[in-house]
């Protein structure tokens, strides 16, 4: 099973949160940002927001996807053996049975990933709980809060947190900030992970809009046609951000939105090929007239889309097709697990 599937259910159980500007002792953890944002929550507490719905044509970073029929799913069955090479609990492709089409109202998708710096704009704004990957990697810390501290407490937290691959102790305190301040606004910039499903949805509803359906997501990057992968039928390799590049580490294999010119879709939808899984609206079902009886159908689990950059030796063409049919428990969460928005016209 895939990286971002086996460990996303343990995710938040990991390291404690971010501590304050004197080196922690084990037992008085505390937030960097405690001042400003709220420390995470396991279990998630979607936000009781006041229901609103954008409307018009589609803006600057968004894509009107028309009205029409699709192909959706597949019929495909795993004829290299590829579950038995690769030891997957689950067989491939039969949760995509069969292949039909599918016809949508017209709707509009955003063209790009939601950004770290847009989904953080939305947790100061809303005090919505951050990700707890924020505690652990520094990301939740607020500039003002780095230029107060001590420079003996920008060193240790710029190795031990925020992972930087330089020797502090040569560095003053300028030197620092310099540097911890560019790893913040490089970590802008990324797609935004660590989110669970209520997360997503809670921020979409934010905006007026909502997480796509599974079909919208589906149409948006096989086009009318059914392709394979964005692009096209063929897997070619460096279109999308598939983590293949190993010079690339785990915490450096998810990119910005729209870095992967080639990863583009029929209707100019990027990034749906690769760089991070997306989280859609629906619940696990099977498809109208399908012959596969999956246990997780009765889990409510909810369905995650499209390749992630963080799949390390998983990272099989096949999971970056546009019918594959990924699915977790709505609550979990996973460092290259990001979303999108959707609206009707």
């Given at each position: 099973m895939l990286r971002h599937i086996i460990s996303i259910?343990?995710?938040?159980?990991?390291?404690?949160?971010?501590?304050?500007?004197?080196?922690?002792?084990?037992?008085?953890?505390?937030?960097?940002?405690?001042?400003?944002?709220?420390?995470?929550?396991?279990?998630?507490?979607?936000?009781?927001?006041?229901?609103?719905?954008?409307?018009?044509?589609?803006?600057?970073?968004?894509?009107?996807?028309?009205?029409?029929?699709?192909?959706?799913?597949?019929?495909?069955?795993?004829?290299?053996?590829?579950?038995?090479?690769?030891?997957?609990?689950?067989?491939?492709?039969?949760?995509?049975?069969?292949?039909?089409?599918?016809?949508?109202?017209?709707?509009?998708?955003?063209?790009?990933?939601?950004?770290?710096?847009?989904?953080?704009?939305?947790?100061?704004?809303?005090?919505?709980?951050?990700?707890?990957?924020?505690?652990?990697?520094?990301?939740?810390?607020?500039?003002?809060?780095?230029?107060?501290a001590h420079v003996d407490n920008l060193r240790w937290i710029s190795t031990d947190y925020f992972n930087l691959d330089i020797n502090p102790e040569t560095l003053d305190k300028p030197q620092l900030l310099e540097a911890l301040l560019a790893k913040q606004s490089q970590r802008d910039a990324l797609a935004a992970t660590a989110v669970n499903w209520f997360d997503a949805d809670d921020y979409c509803r934010w905006l007026g809009k909502r997480l796509p359906t599974e079909a919208e997501w589906e149409k948006a990057a096989r086009g009318p046609n059914g392709n394979e992968y964005p692009w096209g039928n063929e897997w070619a390799p460096g279109f999308a951000n598939s983590g293949e590049n190993p010079a690339q580490e785990d915490d450096e294999s998810i990119m910005p939105p729209g870095s992967f010119p080639k990863d583009v879709s029929y209707y100019g939808i990027f990034d749906l090929g690769g760089n991070v899984s997306e989280w859609v609206a629906d619940v696990y079902q099977p498809y109208d007239d399908s012959d596969f009886d999956d246990p997780n159908y009765a889990k409510q689990h909810r369905i995650v889309k499209g390749g992630g950059a963080g799949m390390g030796h998983y990272g099989l063409s096949t999971f970056f097709r546009g019918a594959r049919r990924a699915h977790t428990a709505a609550e979990s969460a996973s460092t290259d697990v990001g979303f999108r928005c959707a609206r009707e016209e």
């Amino acid at each position: 099973m895939l990286r971002h599937i086996i460990s996303i259910s343990v995710f938040l159980l990991l390291a404690p949160p971010l501590v304050g500007c004197d080196k922690p002792e084990p037992s008085t953890h505390t937030s960097l940002a405690e001042d400003t944002m709220p420390a995470n929550a396991l279990t998630p507490q979607p936000l009781h927001l006041v229901p609103t719905t954008k409307a018009g044509p589609p803006g600057e970073h968004e894509i009107l996807i028309p009205a029409g029929a699709f192909v959706r799913g597949s019929n495909k069955v795993d004829e290299a053996g590829l579950q038995e090479r690769y030891g997957f609990v689950t067989p491939l492709f039969v949760n995509e049975h069969p292949e039909h089409r599918f016809t949508l109202p017209a709707f509009i998708l955003d063209k790009y990933e939601v950004t770290n710096a847009e989904y953080k704009t939305f947790v100061m704004r809303t005090h919505h709980p951050e990700p707890q990957a924020w505690i652990q990697n520094g990301y939740n810390v607020h500039g003002d809060k780095l230029r107060r501290a001590h420079v003996d407490n920008l060193r240790w937290i710029s190795t031990d947190y925020f992972n930087l691959d330089i020797n502090p102790e040569t560095l003053d305190k300028p030197q620092l900030l310099e540097a911890l301040l560019a790893k913040q606004s490089q970590r802008d910039a990324l797609a935004a992970t660590a989110v669970n499903w209520f997360d997503a949805d809670d921020y979409c509803r934010w905006l007026g809009k909502r997480l796509p359906t599974e079909a919208e997501w589906e149409k948006a990057a096989r086009g009318p046609n059914g392709n394979e992968y964005p692009w096209g039928n063929e897997w070619a390799p460096g279109f999308a951000n598939s983590g293949e590049n190993p010079a690339q580490e785990d915490d450096e294999s998810i990119m910005p939105p729209g870095s992967f010119p080639k990863d583009v879709s029929y209707y100019g939808i990027f990034d749906l090929g690769g760089n991070v899984s997306e989280w859609v609206a629906d619940v696990y079902q099977p498809y109208d007239d399908s012959d596969f009886d999956d246990p997780n159908y009765a889990k409510q689990h909810r369905i995650v889309k499209g390749g992630g950059a963080g799949m390390g030796h998983y990272g099989l063409s096949t999971f970056f097709r546009g019918a594959r049919r990924a699915h977790t428990a709505a609550e979990s969460a996973s460092t290259d697990v990001g979303f999108r928005c959707a609206r009707e016209e």
